[in-house]
Each structure stands twice: as C-alpha cells, then as structure tokens.
C-alpha cells in the first residue's frame, strides 16, 4: 500500500513524527510527504519524495469574521495541493497526523487515515469529530482518545548501538526548543558539572540557548537536529541521556529516552517523565539545574554501578517501544479496511 503522509508539524527527517511514521510504514509500504513544515526547496528526504505546502495553503490565522474568504481560500488551496500530491506520488491512502491535515485531505474529498502523534485540538472538538468519523481508521500515540485504536509511540530500536562505554564524560539531550521541553535546565545543569554536554535541536528558543551554551565557555554546545539515520552516531559519542520537561504538561512519554535507553545511555529525567512513573528503578530524577549537576556528577563518579540499570534499560525498551509490535498492529488495521 502507498502513503501519502500530511502533516502540519512534522519536519522531514528530524522530527519525533516523521522517525515514528517513517518507521511504522517503511519498507513495507510506499511513503511520501506533504506539510507545513517542509524547508524551503526540499525534494526528497531519505528518498521519500516530499511536497511542502505553499503560503497560500498554510495562511493559518484566527481570522475575524469579516475575514473569512480568506479561511475558505487558504482551505481550497490546502485541498488541491494535497489532492496533486496524492496523484502525483499513486497513493493509495493520505495518512495525517493531525486534524488540520484530516481537513485538507477530507475537503480534497480522499481516502484518509488520521495517526495522532500528540494530542488533538488545533480545530473545535465539533469538527475534529466529523473528521474522525469519515476517517478510515484513527490511531493515538497516546492512550484514552475516544474512538481512536491505542497504537503507541514506537521505534525502529535495531538502529541503534548498544554500548557499555567504561566511564561517563558527556550528557546528551536531544530536543525542540520550545519551553514545554526546558533545555535551559540542560544547559544550566551540565555546565555546573563536571562533564559536558550537547543539545541537538531547533525550535523558538535557538538564539537564547545558543547564548547559554556560548556562555559556558564550550563546556556545553548547541548542534542541529540530527536525522533520525545518523541519530545513532550521535548517541554513542555520550553516556547518559537527559529529557527535561515542564511540569504539568499533558504528554509525559518522550521517545527521546527509549532511544537513550536503547543505545545504553543512562536516562536521566524529571519526576514527571512516563519512565520516572511507571518504572523509576531505571532512572535517576532531578527538579532544577543544580539537582541536574549533582546528579551528572555522581553517576559520573560511580559509573561502575549503574551497569546492571542500563542493560534493564534496554530490555525495557525493547519491550514496550519496539516498531515490530505496531507494525503488527498497523498490519491488522489495513487488512480490516475494505478493499
């Protein structure tokens, strides 16, 4: 089967939902792209043909109501260009991971799926429900979305290389630059220890954490969002994986830490991570930056014993995180659709 996969998020080749989606559908399926979020000038990503949306198709505002030809043009541009995408790569099904992606594929009158990679609410529940009744089928990553089939957030894990490095000498976050994922508490934090650190990422926070890591005297150091294909390498330059979050935020799963784990590095969360609630013998936890420091500090210092924690580490990714488990799944969601 071939998909078109929508998005108004997903960034090719870096994001959480584009590493999820393309794990889910690859090889077995066909797989292109069209989004909102697609650089400028991109063709292809990891020999996915991709298709970024014009500014005519992704002029989002809350408009007044004076204003509402403008909605209903940026609507008709949003279908057509999706309508030309699905023509042009032969697919069979357009497969969005959000709502607004559901609207342009329903307005362009396809055949469409919806797979939440978060939680929904970019359109009134009213309009989210309609679109979720004509979808062929409805997926959530994360539990409890009425009408929708729990199929959770999960990795192609064999990328990656398990490793038991002898001493610990960097920390590693990887992560959006947004608020919601407090990099600064990364920065701040590693650069009271004695190790160093790397954030890979992009996002609204660039500029300010750019400064941070700059004031750090390269003790901590910013770098792009890596691919997901190289993500790997980066993983096995550093020993222990660090996910920061905002307190109270309503997604706690970070695939970041099943891919810490995977590659043996010791995940280090905050006490409102999924992991430091469901299983907190596998993790260390810490609330603010010096908490951060004396943490780094002391598994630095007795690297030795956390051995036995980072291959139960594994294991329980493995277990729970694994792609060939939704891939089975995913399988038995497309045999039940008619043909």
Not at 233 to 258: F, N, P, R
Request: overall charge neutral; proline content about 7%; glycine content about 8%.
């Amino acid at each position: 089967m071939r998909f078109l996969v929508s998005s108004w998020f997903i960034r090719p080749g870096v994001s959480g939902g584009w590493t999820t989606v393309a794990d889910l559908l690859l090889p077995a399926h066909g797989m292109a792209f069209i989004g909102a979020a697609v650089p400028a000038g991109m063709r292809s990503c990891e020999g996915v043909q991709v298709t970024g949306l014009s500014a005519a198709a992704r002029m989002i505002r809350r408009w007044p109501a004076l204003n509402r030809i403008k909605e209903s043009l940026q609507r008709k541009a949003h279908a057509r260009e999706t309508r030309a995408a699905f023509t042009a790569c032969g697919a069979d099904i357009v497969l969005c991971t959000d709502e607004r992606a559901a609207l342009g594929a329903s307005d362009a009158g396809l055949p469409y799926a919806i797979r939440y990679h978060s939680r929904p609410g970019l359109l009134p529940a009213g309009t989210r429900d309609c679109l979720a009744a004509s979808a062929l089928f409805v997926t959530g990553a994360q539990p409890g979305f009425p009408g929708a089939i729990h199929l959770p957030h999960s990795i192609d894990l064999d990328r990656f290389r398990y490793a038991e490095p002898p001493d610990a000498e960097a920390a590693l976050l990887t992560t959006s630059l947004v608020e919601a994922e407090r990099p600064d508490i990364f920065v701040e934090g590693v650069s009271m220890s004695g190790l160093r650190g790397t954030v890979a990422g992009d996002g609204p926070l660039r500029d300010k954490i750019s400064e941070m890591c700059r004031r750090t005297g390269g003790r901590v150091r910013l770098i792009p969002p890596v691919p997901r294909l190289e993500l790997p390498g980066l993983l096995s330059d550093h020993q222990i994986g660090v996910a920061c979050l905002e307190e109270g935020w309503h997604t706690t799963y970070q695939m970041k830490v099943a891919e810490y784990q995977a590659a043996g590095l010791f995940p280090a969360v905050q006490p409102w991570s999924e992991l430091a609630m469901t299983a907190p013998g596998l993790t260390r936890t810490f609330r603010t930056p010096a908490e951060l420091a004396l943490l780094l500090d002391d598994l630095a210092g007795n690297w030795a014993s956390t051995l036995e924690v980072r291959r139960r580490n594994r294991e329980y990714a493995y277990a729970r995180h694994h792609v060939r488990d939704a891939r089975i799944l995913f399988e038995e969601i497309l045999a039940s659709l008619p043909r």
